[in-house]
């Protein structure tokens, strides 16, 4: 097992590539923290999937976008767990608006839930965190796929690859962290997206398909095992070859 006795807080687990991670993280021997914003139930049966694996967890309900509730959240997990080993921000929004549609509003809440809040859980995460990963989840929209319809969201997955660089720095060498931009993945994120859009998309990807939750998940346990001990400070795209 990579992550025996390894205890790790992965943001917005209640479902998609968070639950995914929770779920390849506790089958590796890991406690999980899976915390959730809204989705009480679904929170609740990964912690029972993990639990049937003979791992521990808990659901911890918390914005990551508002300071006082990461703060009472990490609080909580030390109290549960007595350290944090692995901080996963996964949480993550996105607005598909026009142009002409976009507010403040939206590009407000979009950099306050997927940069700001990353920011946030890094920062209290690590104030109890001797040794230790952190990855990120961008997204190739921060990178090369970028469209106006999510422009604030694409603008928040390039300043979270930014973030990884610093945050890097500042913690090296004993908290190592990286970065994970996946491309298209099947998610409840996409659920609205229009079939011809699907379409046309999956004909940009080399593999002619969109990935899987697990899929991005193994790439997250890879950064967080001694497998990845030289690497911090980089993303990994993990997006089937899109082009
Ligand atoms: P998802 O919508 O299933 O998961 C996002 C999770 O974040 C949800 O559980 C949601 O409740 C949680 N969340 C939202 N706001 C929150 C907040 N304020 N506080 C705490 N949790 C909050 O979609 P997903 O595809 O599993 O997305 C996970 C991450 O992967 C996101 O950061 C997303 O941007 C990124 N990503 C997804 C894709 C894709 O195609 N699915 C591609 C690239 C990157």
Redesign the pocket.
Known sequence: MKLKNKVALI????????RATALLFAKEGANIIV?????ENEANSVVQDIKKMGADAITIK????KENEVKQMVDKAIKKFGKIDILVN?????FDVPFKDRTVEHWKRTLD??LI?AFICAKHVTSHMKKGHIVN?????GINACSPESMDYDAS?AGLISLTKTLAQALAPNVMVNCVA????D????KDLPKDYVKSETQNILLKRFGK?EEIAKTVLFLVSDDASFITGTTVVVAGGYQ
Not at 62 to 65: L, W
Not at 90 to 94: D, F, H, L, R, T
Not at 137 to 141: K, Q, R, V
Not at 187 to 190: A, V
């Open positions: 943001t917005g687990a209640s479902r998609g590539i968070g915390n959730y914003f809204k989705a918390c914005d990551v976008s996964n949480a993550g929004i996105v839930v997927n809040g989840i961008a997204s190739t929209n997955k996946p491309g298209w993945v998610t409840d994120i996409n939750p």
